[in-house]
């Protein structure tokens, strides 16, 4: 069975830094990607690795701030999120594709097979 469970999120300041994780479990996949949604917003992709060789997919909108990694032998990819802003607020999800369906979309969240169930960033002053 198919599981990824994310942790981390939080209340933070403008400025700050939070890290998120995400364990994956029950099978092998091709890449994990983070993706956000905001209320009232369309989800969109943050970032995403492949998980072969550790290539890594940004959007503009976190480039230079947010840095996805990869531990294989913990299953656990992780988002370290700094210089955080208050656009960043939302609910983000770690998700899995199995097969490959991403490899020329590595941020479009319609090509992810499973999802975490999320985890909050809130960032405030």
């Known amino acids: 069975q198919v599981r990824l469970v994310e942790s981390g999120g939080g209340l933070v300041h403008p400025g700050g830094s939070l890290r998120l994780s995400c364990t994956a479990s029950g099978w092998s996949y091709y890449a994990i990607g983070w993706f956000r949604q905001a209320p009232g917003k369309e989800r969109e992709g943050v970032s995403s690795?492949?998980?072969?060789?550790?290539?890594?997919t940004y959007a503009d909108a976190v480039k230079g701030r947010f840095t996805m990694t990869r531990d294989n032998a913990r299953n656990t990819v992780y988002l370290q999120m700094n210089s955080l802003k208050p656009e960043d607020t939302a609910v983000y999800y770690c998700?899995?594709?199995?097969?490959?369906?991403?490899?020329?979309?590595?941020?479009?969240?319609?090509?992810?097979?499973?999802w975490g169930q999320g985890a909050q960033v809130t960032v405030s002053s």
């Open positions: 690795i492949r998980t072969s060789d550790g290539t890594t």
């Open positions: 998700a899995a594709d199995l097969n490959g369906a991403s490899w020329n979309s590595p941020l479009d969240y319609g090509e992810f097979d499973y």
